[in-house]
């Protein structure tokens, strides 16, 4: 039995379903580029194609065009092939708590992705994001995108506790705001520059508070001393690091406040596993907006699939298999798709691979699971 002609078949009725309206020949050659990333271990085109070859014997070359084709396709775009399958892979975290990132990082030289996800493990899921360019002017003001990617994601997550986490160049009083009028919490760091009322009642700019290295500070104060607003401000100074953190926040301080913060970091590690250390997004030469913004929604559900092969993996109590037992050496990246190879090598028949796709069937409707 070819295994990976069985997922393929099973992996593309799943995408069928879940886009009904979009054109046959779009929703194939999308399920095609997501299991080549997944089972090719790379966002390189070439090397995607290679595995195209040993399913159905045609030269790289066509693959390679087919996928050109597909990225400089003005009809696919997030809301048609990317937003559908939110409220399959959200439905996880109704009434739950979530944590959120949104990030602004550059991205293949030219351009800088604004991207919303989600915690999960020590990486993040991607949600909602927009490519932007780096060096020229915006068509949009950053705020009103920032609020319109909001727009998107906040009815998914109504029944949810949401918390916001995002650095310093982010950090100001639009996001606060935003966070308000939606209602999900926020943990904030905020520039050195800005203006606080002093228990004195005195309004000094952060950087002269004073505070030393291993030193830690916490108010309820306001801040922004042109439009005041009441928040718990953190002043954190780790030994390690050569600056402090200032933080705000609408429900934690002190430690708590500086705990959450730091999970924001995790969206430089899922950067990081997108590009150098495992699918080696810069190597694949996308540099222009509109096609890297196809390429990301086939690499978030990607993304989405791995994480959800790496989290039965280690349900099942199959870690071991793959990671050291004294300290965690291997990503969730790794584990999935070392997970998935074992899937493939030990099949035996369609039902044993069709575990690996990453949605079935659950009265009546799709399901995706995660379990951390």
């Given amino acids: 039995m070819n295994a990976v002609l069985s997922l393929w078949q099973t992996w593309q009725e799943r995408v069928k379903e879940i886009l009904p309206k979009v054109h046959g020949h779009q929703v194939k050659t999308l399920a095609w580029y997501v299991l080549g990333i997944v089972v090719g271990k790379s966002v390189v085109p070439n090397q995607i194609a290679v595995v195209y070859r040993r399913l159905n014997g045609v030269k790289e070359s066509s693959h390679m065009r087919r996928l050109e084709r597909f990225l400089t396709n003005p009809q696919i775009h997030q809301a048609t092939h990317w937003y559908p399958f939110l409220p399959i892979f959200l439905a996880r975290w109704k009434g739950k708590s979530v944590k959120l990132i949104l990030d602004a990082s550059p991205l293949m030289g030219e351009q800088q992705v604004y991207m919303l996800g989600i915690v999960f493990d020590h990486r993040i899921l991607p949600v909602i994001w927009r490519v932007m360019p780096l060096h020229e002017t915006w068509t949009i003001s950053q705020w009103k995108m920032i609020r319109e990617m909001v727009a998107v994601l906040s009815p998914y997550l ?44 005195i309004w000094q700019e952060l950087a002269e508070s004073g505070l030393k290295p291993g030193e830690r500070k916490s108010y309820t104060t306001q801040i922004w001393k042109s439009h005041p607003f009441l928040t718990h401000l953190t002043l954190a100074w780790d030994a390690r690091f050569h600056e402090p953190w200032y933080l705000i926040s609408d429900q934690v301080q002190g430690t708590a406040a500086v705990r959450e913060y730091a999970k924001r970091m995790r969206i430089e590690a899922t950067f990081e596993d997108w590009k150098k250390r495992g699918w080696h997004l810069t190597a694949s030469l996308v540099h222009d907006p509109n096609r890297l913004d196809r390429l990301l929604i086939v690499l ?34 790794k584990i999935g798709m070392a997970w998935l190879q074992v899937i493939l090598l030990n099949a035996c028949s369609p039902a044993s691979v069709a575990r690996a796709v990453p949605f079935f069937h659950r009265n009546g409707r799709l399901i995706f699971t995660l379990r951390p």
Wanted: proline content about 1%; overall charge negative; aromatic content about 12%.
């Fill in 158 to 201: 109504q029944e949810s506790s949401c918390m916001l986490l995002a650095d310093r160049g982010l950090g100001c009083w639009e996001l606060a705001q935003i966070c308000h009028e939606v209602g999900w919490h926020y943990v904030l760091r905020v520039s050195c520059c800005c203006q606080y009322e002093t228990p004195e009642g």
């Fill in 300 to 333: 978030a559900i990607a993304w989405w699939w791995v994480q959800r092969l790496a989290s039965a993996c280690i349900h099942h109590g199959n870690r071991s298999l793959f990671d050291r037992a004294d300290r965690r050496d291997k990503s969730y990246l």
